[in-house]
């Protein structure tokens, strides 16, 4: 189980929190002194709030002697079937059945007086607390209290676990995941700049294509390039379709009337041009294969219906011959979620022809994986990909999906941090991403306020460290888990120095 595997990883890998927990006698630790006082859960309440797609999700607000705190869920378009349960009033007329009520009112009737009574310390017991709501859902794929449920207050207590410690939240969860201290790893951001599938309104099958500053030096820069070359893209789409062309679909990225791949990356080519960036910045796919999957086959023309139906070695060719010929560094969800066969055959003939040095992208299991140490597992053992998407909602705690990463990680792949395309303000996912030193994320393009906000974090935690005067790498060329570590050798690329 995942919380097993995670108690057995901490064993081995976990820090003291503080150095001043101990004290050192001739260079022994003598006995261990509590610095502060437990901090305890004293109220939890839950309401039901809306989503970027005005699409009800749940809000948790919890409180302990340090304050209060919140937790935002998030919510998917395109979502595994192996995903834990996101719980929706199916049965109600409001917002169209999709309302939380029964979820706000499981975290208000269920989980907060059970919570409470148990006494837990947010700062010491943010797994326990994690296994307690598992446990107290009792079934697999939290389908009795509901993921979107157990996410919110897993959230909340995490921010509360920080303050508790007296620490950022990115460093609270670097000691949950057992990462050594080490300096800081500031992300790459994927900006997912032009949108496709269930995420626009446009004919293109693939839902998402992003551009990766690589070559920048700084977050703060990183944002920078990317937000010039999302304003060259909008101009290089009214030139050639009109401003009508350029309306944005659910993550920030431009819908134009576009059904193939190559033509949206043309675009970037182009935009990335005219931004000055050629070569400093890299295109990124999430094709979202799952979607568009019927039958054996790959209908790239379910919205188009044009488009032809190709077969699992007719859509691999076409991945290959975009890798060729665009600067295309990660591919994620390339095949439907149980194609197991043509991804391992896909990773295999990668394997042939990569030389360590970005020859082939990081191939990124979403649907696939789920955030989830078994599927993450099965994946490993059918050698399907070699990298991680990992998005919180999908597995409802934050310790199993800390599970996930740290899996991902001993088996050296590349842990890829997402928003979903149903997003909301809360800003959770910046702070994961710094403190597990994932190297990468994707929220959306550098438009909308709810993805504007994770990247604004991400730049004030950058401010943050330079002021604490601690060591700080921008990730850079070196995002990739798999292919090594950062230039400088004192840093480990990943929680464990792989």
């Not at 929190?17 to 261990?32: N, S």
């Not at 508790?164 to 790893?185: D, M, N, S, W």
């Not at 009508?244 to 920030?252: N, P």
């Amino acid at each position: 189980m995942p919380f097993a595997d995670l108690d057995q990883d901490i064993k081995t890998h976990t820090p003291p929190r503080f150095i001043e927990d101990y004290l050192f006698l001739d260079d022994k630790i003598q006995i261990t002194v509590p610095l502060t006082m437990p901090s305890y859960i004293t109220s939890i309440t839950a309401a039901q709030r809306l989503d970027s797609r005005g699409n009800p999700t749940v809000q948790v607000t919890l409180t302990t002697d340090r304050g209060t705190f919140r937790g935002l869920v998030p919510s998917g378009a395109s979502t595994g079937i192996h995903e834990a349960l996101e719980l929706r009033d199916t049965e109600s007329s409001a917002y169209g059945g999709k309302g939380v009520l029964q979820a706000v009112l499981n975290v208000t009737s269920t989980i907060a007086p059970a919570l409470i009574a148990k006494r837990f310390n947010v700062e010491t017991q943010q797994r326990e607390i994690d296994r307690f709501l598992c446990e107290l859902d009792g079934t697999k794929g939290k389908k009795r209290l509901g993921a979107n449920a157990i996410l919110g207050v897993s959230m909340a207590c995490a921010r509360a676990g920080a303050a508790a410690a007296g620490i950022p939240l990115y460093e609270f969860l670097r000691h949950e995941a057992g990462a050594p201290k080490a300096p800081y790893v500031l992300p790459v951001p994927f900006f997912n700049v032009l949108n496709g599938g269930v995420h626009s309104g446009n004919t293109m099958a693939f839902q998402e294509i992003m551009i990766a500053p690589i070559g920048a030096s700084s977050i703060t820069e990183a944002v920078r390039m990317g937000a010039e070359t999302y304003q060259q893209l909008k101009k290089v789409i009214t030139k050639k379709f009109g401003a009508s062309a350029t309306s944005i679909g659910d993550e920030g990225g431009f819908a134009p009337p576009i059904s193939q791949p190559h033509e949206a990356l043309d675009l970037l080519v182009e935009a990335v041009a005219a931004a000055g960036y050629t070569g400093k910045i890299k295109f990124a796919m999430d094709p979202a294969s799952s979607e568009f999957f019927q039958d054996g086959q790959y209908n790239l023309g379910l919205k188009d219906k044009k488009s032809p139906k190709l077969t699992p070695a007719e859509l691999s060719s076409l991945y290959r011959e975009l890798i060729k010929k665009y600067p295309i560094v990660l591919l994620e969800d390339p095949f439907a979620e149980d194609d197991w066969e043509t991804w391992s055959k896909f990773m295999a003939k990668d394997r042939e022809v990569d030389d360590g040095e970005l020859a082939m992208p990081e191939i990124v299991g979403d649907d696939l994986t789920v955030t989830n140490v078994e599927r993450v597992k099965e994946a490993k053992e059918k050698e399907a990909c070699n990298g991680l998407l990992l998005k919180i909602n999908q597995i409802g705690t934050i310790s199993e999906a800390i599970a996930a990463a740290n899996q991902a990680f001993s088996y050296g792949w590349g842990v890829f941090v997402s928003h979903r395309s149903g997003e909301t303000t809360d800003d959770f996912i910046a702070d994961l991403t710094v403190g597990l030193r994932t190297g990468h994320l994707k929220t959306g393009a550098p438009a909308r306020g709810e993805r504007v906000v994770k990247y604004n974090r991400l730049m004030d935690i950058e401010d943050e460290i330079r002021a604490s005067g601690e060591e700080m790498k921008y990730a850079g060329k070196e995002f990739r888990t798999a292919h090594g570590r950062m230039v400088d050798p004192k840093i480990p690329f990943n929680v464990y120095g792989y």
